[in-house]
């Protein structure tokens, strides 16, 4: 029974996807969705109970894959920290700022605090990243490679300088989306100005 309800929840989930990208957001209903699938709007609401919370399901599956290559970069093996956290940042705003993402993340601005959407798209998303950060900084702390700190402030000044110059942009939609070029310039500057505050004192000096 339980394969047969996955197999359900999937279905609704391609068809949701399809519609959603043929038809954009705000011109899918879920009754166009429950048409193309087949079956009752009962059923629909019984695996997602919103329009918001389905959208949100399927742009999570959409770039989950892009998310755990961006965690994979966390790697204390690479050449020094700051290389590697320039990889990261790389690979961090090009998923934050890829068009999937970006339409998640307008989304729960504009809906965030209705049915619990903002609270389940962090737990998605920003709160497994966040953890993933702070676990990869306290590894380089004990190491010597950063100064020591509270983990978690370190994990959320590292994601704050990384997007410092990108956010209004992002917030009043006045610029279209980074280049990879304009990722790279943010990212080289982010980590430079992170690593002042983070290194160790005799890499300071």
Do not use: W
């Amino acid at each position: 029974m339980r394969t047969k309800t996955e197999e359900k929840r999937q279905a609704i989930l391609n068809v949701a996807a399809a519609t959603f990208g043929e038809l954009g957001f705000e011109r899918s209903s879920m009754s166009e969705i429950c048409m193309r699938l087949g079956g009752s709007k009962a059923t629909l609401y019984n695996y997602f109970p919103s329009k918001e919370a389905l959208f949100l399901e399927v742009m999570f599956q959409a770039s989950e894959a892009d998310f755990r290559r961006t965690m994979e970069a966390l790697n204390l093996d690479g050449p020094d920290i700051a290389t590697t956290l320039r990889h990261f940042g790389e690979r961090f705003l090009g998923l934050l700022y890829s068009p999937n993402v970006a339409s998640v993340r307008r989304l729960v601005v504009a809906e965030g605090g209705r049915s619990g959407l903002g609270q389940r798209c962090h737990a998605m998303g920003p709160g497994r990243g966040s953890m993933a950060v702070s676990a990869f900084l306290d590894s380089a702390m004990q190491r010597g490679l950063l100064r020591t700190a509270p983990t978690a402030l370190a994990a959320r000044q590292l994601q704050a300088l990384l997007e410092a110059e990108l956010l209004d942009r992002f917030v009043f939609q006045h610029l279209p989306l980074p280049t990879p070029q304009e990722i790279a310039d943010c990212t080289q500057r982010a980590i430079a100005a992170f690593m002042q505050l983070y290194a160790p004192s005799t890499a300071k000096a």
